[in-house]
């Protein structure tokens, strides 16, 4: 799980285009999920690329969003994505 979300923000740093558009579609369906909540752990962290889940985390899994979505081998752990 470290290694996916280490991976997950790596790539919220970078700019592959690949990863930025599939980044957006799970963005878009955890932005309406109801165990997305706010926190300010991660309120350090800047994501202007997702701002609908910016310094958001899963209230499922406790992971800060913009790095999950960011992350190829991570899924959703409702299986959304």
Do not use: H
Request: glycine share 8%; proline share 4%; aromatic share 4%.
């Amino acid at each position: 799980v470290l290694k996916n979300i280490v991976a997950g923000f790596s790539n919220l740093i970078g700019n592959d285009p690949e990863i930025q558009k599939l980044a957006t579609e799970r963005a878009e369906i955890c932005a309406k999920c109801p165990f997305a909540v706010k926190s300010g752990i991660y309120s350090i962290i800047v994501d202007n690329k997702t701002k609908n889940i910016q310094v958001m985390k899963c209230g499922k899994c406790g992971c800060n969003l913009s790095a999950k979505v960011r992350s190829i081998q991570d899924t959703c752990p409702l299986g959304k994505w």
